[in-house]
C-alpha cells in the first residue's frame, strides 16, 4: 500500500497559489491520501527550508516566484530539461537526495495543444518578459520547433540573456531579444501567430500600457500565463477583438498534473 504523500509549496509570496486546492483534491480523490501546503519562504530563507524538507522526509514540492533558478545548486541532481530551462518547478525527494524536474514546459505545451490543433510548428512567437516561466515556455517553443521567437523585456539585458542561453541548445531555431517597446516590436506583432504573456502584469487586473492587442494580426492567438484573475485585462481585450486566447489555468492544471505523476511513483 503506498504511505501518504507530504507534499507542499514554496514561494514569495504565496497566498495566491491555487496549487493546494488543486493537490489536496487529488490527494484526496486518488486515494494516496497525504497533505499539501504552502509555504512562504524568503529569498533568505531558501537554503533552510531544502535542509529542512530533506528533514522532515517531505515526498516533494513545487517551487515558484522567486526561486525557480535560485534553487538549483541546492538539488542533488537536475533533470535535463530542468538544466537547459534553468529554472524548476517541481522537486522530487529520494532518500536524502533531492532531484530538480521542470514541468512548466510540459504544462504550457499540454494546454496550447488541448485546445488549438494548429501546430507550432514554423510560426512566429512574441514572448513577453524574461523571467523564470519565460525560460520554460522558450524551451517548449523551441522544442516545437517555431519558426522565430521574439523575448522582449523592460529590461533588454536580460532578455539578451535568455536568448544567448539558448542559442547553443537550439542552434536552428531563429530567436531575438528586444526591449519592451511597442514601437520595436510592431513588426512581429503585425505578423506573429502566437502572443505570450509571462509576465506579472495582470495580477490584481493590471494592464499593458499601451496594449499590444490593437498591433496583432486578427489570426494571432492571445495566451497569458497569469491564472488570477482567469481572464486578464490582455484576455479580456483580445477577445473582444476576435482573438483565440489561453488563459493560465490550464497550464497550470497540466504542469501540476506533471508533478503529481512524479510524485506518485516515489
Known amino acids: 500500500m503506498n504511505q501518504p504523500l507530504f507534499l507542499g509549496i514554496i514561494g514569495n509570496p ?15 480523490k486518488t486515494g494516496r491520501g497525504g497533505i499539501y501546503l504552502p509555504f512562504k519562504i524568503p529569498p533568505a530563507r531558501l537554503k533552510a527550508f531544502v535542509r529542512k524538507a530533506r528533514r522532515q522526509k517531505m515526498d516533494g514540492f513545487n517551487v515558484t516566484i522567486p526561486h525557480k533558478e535560485t534553487i538549483l545548486p541546492l538539488m542533488n541532481s537536475v533533470s535535463r530539461e530542468a538544466k537547459a530551462i534553468g529554472a524548476v518547478n517541481t522537486v522530487i525527494r529520494k532518500g536524502k537526495n533531492l532531484t530538480g524536474e521542470n514541468t512548466d514546459w510540459q504544462g504550457y505545451l499540454a494546454a496550447y495543444h488541448s485546445r488549438f490543433k494548429k501546430p507550432l510548428a514554423g510560426k512566429t512567437v512574441v514572448v513577453l518578459g524574461a523571467g523564470g516561466s519565460s525560460r520554460a515556455i522558450l524551451y517548449a517553443l523551441c522544442r516545437e520547433k517555431v519558426g522565430l521567437v521574439i523575448v522582449a523585456n523592460r529590461t533588454v539585458a536580460k532578455a539578451e540573456k535568455l536568448v544567448g542561453a539558448f542559442n ?56 497569458d500565463l497569469v491564472y488570477n484573475p482567469l481572464l486578464t485585462p490582455l484576455l479580456k481585450e483580445a477577445r473582444k477583438r476576435g482573438h483565440p486566447i489561453l488563459p493560465g489555468l490550464p497550464m497550470l492544471i497540466y504542469q501540476a498534473a506533471f508533478s503529481f505523476r512524479l510524485w506518485c511513483k516515489t
Do not use: E, Q, Y
Not at 504565496?14 to 484526496?28: A, C, E, K, T
Not at 531563429?174 to 502572443?195: E, G, I, N, Q
Open 168 to 223: 547553443p541548445l537550439f542552434p536552428k531555431i531563429p530567436k531575438k531579444a528586444l526591449p519592451l517597446k511597442l514601437s520595436l516590436l510592431k513588426p512581429f506583432l503585425k505578423r506573429c501567430d502566437l502572443l505570450i504573456n509571462t509576465t506579472s502584469v495582470g495580477l490584481n487586473a493590471t494592464r499593458f500600457h499601451p496594449s499590444p492587442i490593437p498591433l496583432l494580426s486578427r489570426k494571432a492567438i492571445v495566451s
Open 14 to 28: 504565496i497566498g495566491h497559489s491555487l496549487s493546494p486546492l488543486i493537490h489536496n483534491r487529488w490527494l484526496g
